[in-house]
């Protein structure tokens, strides 16, 4: 199987959907809908992170901001998505490796999941 991504998205069609099509795409994918612990995250040894910019009790910039300040976590790509308009001033505070706006298309998720995890 394919690289792992660990996606964390809150609304159940689109962290449903998002995973069918990134498996169908040759990934292997854990969905959350929520942060759990940190422990957690690191022991499904993820190739990168794609996390909802919007998400409840914990923002995806800040979770990017946790994962890069951890060793453990530091150098996995983290993808933030998000259909606020301000995606990419989330991304730059969180130091995302890259983001991406909703609506997208898979096609586009795919090729951005692809550059950042070489």
């Known amino acids: 199987m394919g690289k792992h991504i660990v996606l964390i998205e809150d609304e159940a069609d689109i962290l449903d959907s998002t995973t069918l099509l990134l498996e169908h795409a040759?990934?292997?994918?854990?969905?959350f809908k929520a942060f759990t612990t940190l422990e957690e995250i690191v022991a499904l040894q993820p190739d990168c992170f794609l996390l909802d910019e919007n998400l409840p009790g914990i923002s995806g910039h800040i979770m990017c901001i946790l994962f890069k300040s951890k060793p453990p976590t530091k150098d996995i790509p983290v993808v933030l998505i998000s259909a606020n308009p301000a995606i990419?001033?989330?991304?730059a505070i969180g130091e995302a490796d890259a983001y991406i706006g909703k609506p997208f298309e898979i096609r586009e998720l795919i090729d951005v999941l692809t550059r950042v995890m070489v």
């Open 88 to 91: 990419k001033q989330m991304a």
């Open 26 to 31: 040759g990934f292997r994918v854990s969905g």
